[in-house]
Each structure stands twice: as structure tokens, then as C-alpha cells.
Nanobody
Framework: QVQLVETGGGSVQAGGSLRLSCLVS????????MAWFRQTPEMEKGREAV??????????VCAESVKGRFTTSQDYANKTVYLQMDNLKPEDTAMYYC???????????????????????WGRGTQVTVAS
């Protein structure tokens, strides 16, 4: 089974930056599609896809509101995926989750429309709070 552990959350002022890390462990075969989601109590539709990191170093930023401010990257040698968040805004306040899905045949990893329920493995989340 895959284990995911997020770190790097915290409280910052608007305009500040944070870098979230997701350490992947106990996975030994195949490739994983990694993603960052976020959720607030107000999100009735569930978790919002923020960014996706593919196994070939390819990435996608999914949430329109964070484009130009957030980027994702991967360091597979250290089994870590990152979410760099710059120019943070109060509306970015949320619990941020790392997710992973095993890649099979005909799998399009950088699909921002893939719902959160399609991802098989999840971390416990890390809280990001942005003060105005």
C-alpha cells in the first residue's frame, strides 16, 4: 500500500509563500499519478483539484484561481512531490491533501477533471491558513 505524508502547512500573511511536501512510501511497483487537492468546510462539492504531477516530470495546475501562483514539482529520487504556493491569498485557506493513483493502461494522468474519489491513496492533509 502507498503511504502519503504531507508537511509544510502553516499560517502566513497574505502575499507570503509556503511549500508543501508529500513523501511517498511503501510503493514498489509501477508508476503513480500524484495530485494535490484542497478542501474547506464551504466546499459542498468536495475537494478541489489544485495540481497534478505526472511520472515523467510533467505537471498541470488545475485550479484557475491559483494559476500563476502555485506550481507542483516532483523529486522521485527522494520520493517527494512538492506544491510551491506563492502570493498566497486568504481564499487559499484550506486543508491541502496529497493523493496518488496507480497508472494503468490508457491512463491520462494530467486530467484535471478526474474527481477526487478516483484517487486511491490519500494523505491526512496539512492545514494552510492565510491571514489578510
Amino acid at each position: 500500500q502507498v503511504q502519503l505524508v504531507e508537511t509544510g502547512g502553516g499560517s502566513v500573511q497574505a502575499g507570503g509563500s509556503l511549500r508543501l511536501s508529500c513523501l511517498v512510501s511503501q510503493y514498489t511497483t509501477g508508476n503513480l499519478c500524484m495530485a494535490w487537492f484542497r478542501q474547506t468546510p464551504e466546499m459542498e462539492k468536495g475537494r478541489e483539484a489544485v495540481a497534478i504531477a505526472g511520472p515523467e516530470g510533467d505537471n498541470a495546475v488545475c485550479a484557475e484561481s491559483v494559476k500563476g501562483r502555485f506550481t507542483t514539482s516532483q523529486d522521485y529520487a527522494n520520493k517527494t512531490v512538492y506544491l510551491q504556493m506563492d502570493n498566497l491569498k486568504p481564499e487559499d485557506t484550506a486543508m491541502y491533501y496529497c493523493a496518488a493513483d496507480r497508472i494503468g493502461s490508457d491512463y491520462w494522468c494530467l486530467n484535471c477533471r478526474r474527481p477526487s474519489v478516483a484517487f486511491e491513496f490519500w494523505g491526512r492533509g496539512t492545514q494552510v491558513t492565510v491571514a489578510s
